[in-house]
């Protein structure tokens, strides 16, 4: 079982629209996460992170823990063509390492 | 806000040449990361260093080395490049009390 898991989509939403992106994670004692956003051919950037359960804002972004499920979401509403990319979850691993762990992406496509 | 960069955004090398890509961050970051990013397989650590003259080996170690001399500075060395060794290479870093982890914009390292 992979450590931390996406549907790597495309997931395509009409602009306007809410997009939910969702990922599991295996690490019972992972107590940080974070989504990142990854244009075509640019680095990861950092756009949320949570540490407790329950919901996180950040303008138009969303993020929800549910550390009972090992879930972890991130909602973008009011989706914009600006928003197309590959959004990668990140969890840290437990251990005296705290490495963080990425999942494979999901590619969001935004309809205009 | 932080700032990691990295030495070159384009890197064209022949096999078997010695390479090193460095890379800075301006937070007083503990903490820094090299991983190699290939489709398909997402994002793999290299190395990380959680402090000055202190490396560890990450998921895939072989065929490179690291050096971190200053705590601001770390750099990536390929020994004797080869074909297999072209990618997208980022720098990553983070402070320890955050967890949050910044990358660098990235160097597209090819190997003829």
């Known amino acids: 079982q992979k450590e931390v898991e996406q549907n790597s989509g495309p997931l395509s939403v009409p602009e306007g629209a809410i997009a939910s992106l969702n990922c599991t994670y295996s690490d019972r004692v992972s107590q940080s996460f974070f989504w990142y956003r990854q244009y075509s051919g640019k680095s990861p950037e950092l756009i949320m992170s949570i540490y407790s359960n329950g919901d996180k804002e950040d303008g138009r972004f969303t993020a929800q823990l549910n550390k009972a499920s090992q879930y972890v979401s991130l909602l973008i509403r009011d989706s914009q063509p600006s928003d197309s990319a590959t959004y990668l979850c990140a969890v840290i691993a437990g251990g005296a390492t705290n490495k963080l762990i990425f999942g494979t992406g999901t590619l969001l496509a935004v309809q205009p | 806000d932080v700032k990691v960069t990295q030495s070159s955004r384009y890197l064209v090398k022949r096999t078997g040449e010695k390479v090193f890509l460095e890379c800075v961050q301006d937070?007083?970051?503990?903490?820094m990361f090299w991983y190699r990013q290939d489709p398909g397989l997402g994002l793999r650590l290299i190395y990380f260093s959680y402090d000055v003259k202190m490396k560890e080996k990450g998921d895939i170690p072989e065929g490179y080395s690291v050096s971190r001399e200053k705590k601001e500075r770390f750099s990536l060395i390929l020994e004797s490049a080869s074909t297999n060794q072209t990618s997208m290479y980022l720098c990553?870093?983070?402070?320890?009390?955050?967890?949050?982890?910044?990358f660098g914009p990235g160097t597209r390292l090819t190997v003829l």
């Open positions: 990553a870093s983070r402070g320890t009390p955050s967890r949050e982890q910044f």
């Open positions: 937070m007083d970051h503990e903490n």
